[in-house]
């Protein structure tokens, strides 16, 4: 089991910065691959970036690519989300997932947080 708590959102300009961090209960953190997806207004969630368990793969959305990037703090027990050039339609709720394998975490992680807002205004 492991729960995740998010944080960091907010209302950023276009062309801003934000980095959200997801802290993971449990003392196996670094078993869990751990990824981020997002839900903008009227659309389905979708996959953002995910990081294997030692932080050694990355991966992202082609939509992200450049502009955002993952990493973790295994000892911290968390995973942030670092996002610059924020455009418009980067606005959704962020939501810090985890499980135990990286093909998994990147369609159907088994394990959400409760999500945290992103507001890019143009």
């Known amino acids: 089991q492991v729960q995740l708590v998010e944080s960091g959102g907010g209302l950023v300009q276009a062309g801003g910065s934000l980095r959200l961090s997801c802290a993971a209960s449990?003392?196996?953190?670094?078993?869990?691959?751990m990824g981020w997806f997002r839900q903008a207004p009227g659309k389905e969630r979708e996959f953002v970036a995910a990081?294997?368990?030692?932080?050694?793969?990355?991966r992202y959305t082609d939509s992200v690519k450049g502009r955002f990037t993952i990493s973790r703090d295994n000892p911290k027990s968390t995973v942030y989300l670092q996002m610059n050039s924020l455009k418009p339609e980067d606005t959704a709720v962020y939501y810090c997932?985890?499980?135990?394998?990286?093909?998994?975490?990147?369609?159907?992680?088994?394990?959400w947080g409760q999500g945290t807002q992103v507001t890019v205004s143009s």
């Open positions: 990081v294997s368990g030692t932080g050694a793969i990355l």
């Open positions: 997932a985890a499980d135990l394998a990286l093909g998994v975490v990147v369609s159907t992680p088994g394990y």
């Open positions: 449990g003392r196996t953190f670094s078993s869990y691959a």
